[in-house]
């Protein structure tokens, strides 16, 4: 619940210590927690969704008003709408949680040392992980139900243009799980919107092990600038498709649409695109055609430009751009080799694929690009959590310590040894 409106620092700092004493101790009952007891509060979770729709609707349309009068885009106030088939997917979401694999006390590997030390490897919980993100009240629902799978406890901060929304359906997770036996401070909600809050909670090592942020390249950076806690992330987007020299037209087309146009707005969809030079003058012209029926705007480099001569000429900055919209830079590359060393060079290290019906090449190309998912002959937007078969997602890491690609529930568990004796001492 919020303590006040416009809360003092001391005021701020006092709470938030607070919510992190709570999740700490939170977290050692979780970390004890039978898979059975854990579903049990994921069940009950999702049953008081649904049992609070009208109340969690209400809360939903005091944001949307507000948004709609602060000019908020189209897209955004789409992010931000519940409605019974919103919540109902929800709900739908912990149940699916219930079915996974439980990720605690997997024994990942097993060691007897010569003097007979028994030295066994296992998945543990992280411990307390901060969520911050913008605009998507869902995410306080996956956050939730995701860490607490994998024994996890979970302190959230949502964007101030979904405030109203997330605390509706903080309270119901928190009411459903107590029912069940889910600890007192497992899952809980900051109450205020201010950057001060933030600020506080970046520097909780004493509570927070994880801070993993999600939305924008602005609020990423904000938070990898002045974090002193370790923080899972990825910048932006910047996603290619590289169509080679051998290829099937009709595939390279239906790629290219669906990792443009199904859904612009996400970091999984391409904003680049590479044609092999030996195809430009066969190809170009049939990739310009489909993206501008689908309204796509094209920037292209000076070779793109000479066949389409309707694409704008690219500038420096578009190499690197992330669009999130109808935008798309194409370029020309003379052969793999070329299309690796510039999607390296330009990519953001997310999502990148090639077309090419010659395995080899695709081979040269899957080893070569130095992205957390790499594709053959298939769309870039299949790079999240439920299409990669985990379920659900935390979100996606291009980092390449701990966890990289989409995050599912192994992701948020660590590691640690148990060394099992009869007596031994070391020489």
Not at 87 to 107: F, T, Y
Request: overall charge negative; glycine content about 8%; aromatic content about 4%.
């Amino acid at each position: 619940m919020r303590k006040s409106e416009n809360p003092e620092s001391e005021e701020i700092k006092a709470v938030l210590f607070e919510m992190g004493e709570k999740a700490r101790i939170a977290s050692y009952e979780l970390a004890a927690m039978t898979v059975h007891a854990k579903n049990e509060c994921l069940m009950a979770m999702a049953a008081m969704l649904e049992s609070s729709t009208d109340e969690i609707l209400a809360a939903n349309e005091k944001d949307m008003r507000a948004g709609m009068e602060n000019a908020m885009s189209v897209a955004m106030l789409d992010r931000l709408r519940l409605s019974h088939e919103r919540i109902s997917e929800m709900a739908q979401g912990l149940r699916n949680v219930v079915s996974l694999e439980d990720p605690v006390g997997r024994r990942l590997s097993t060691v007897i040392r010569p003097n007979g030390l028994k030295i066994e490897k296992i998945s543990v919980p992280i411990g307390v992980i901060g969520i911050i993100y913008e605009s998507r009240p869902n995410v306080t629902v996956d956050a939730a139900g995701l860490c607490l799978k994998a024994g996890n406890a979970v302190i959230l901060r949502g964007g101030s243009e979904a405030i109203n929304s997330n605390i509706a359906l903080a309270r119901a997770l928190h009411a459903g799980g107590t029912k069940s036996g889910l600890p007192d401070g497992a899952v809980q909600l900051i109450p205020w919107t201010s950057r001060e809050a933030v600020q506080v909670m970046l520097k909780m090592n004493q509570y927070i092990n994880l801070i993993i942020p999600r939305g924008g390249e602005s609020l990423i950076k904000t938070v990898v600038e002045n974090s002193t806690i370790p923080v899972i992330k990825h910048y932006k987007g910047v996603c290619h498709i590289y169509v080679d020299c051998e290829y099937d037209a009709d595939m390279a087309l239906r790629i290219i649409e669906n990792a443009k146009c199904q859904r612009p707005g996400v970091c999984n969809s391409i904003e680049k695109l590479l044609i092999n030079e030996s195809i430009l003058n066969e190809f170009g012209p049939k990739a310009a055609q489909l993206l501008t029926e689908k309204g796509v705007e094209l920037r292209g480099d000076e070779k793109f430009c000479s066949v389409v001569p309707s694409a704008i000429p690219a500038s420096d900055s578009d190499w690197s751009e992330e669009y999130l919209g109808l935008v798309i830079t194409v370029g020309v590359v003379n052969d793999v080799e070329e299309a690796i060393y510039h999607i390296n060079k330009w990519s953001s290290s997310h999502s990148d694929g090639i077309v090419t019906a010659n395995p080899q090449t695709a081979e040269k190309f899957l080893n070569g690009i130095d992205s957390a998912a790499v594709y053959w002959n298939a769309s870039t937007r299949f790079t999240d959590g439920g299409e990669f078969g985990m379920g659900a997602e935390i979100g996606i890491s291009t980092d390449k310590i701990h966890a990289r690609g989409p995050m599912g529930l192994p992701e948020l568990n660590t590691y640690k040894y148990l060394v099992i004796g009869n007596g031994q001492i070391r020489d």
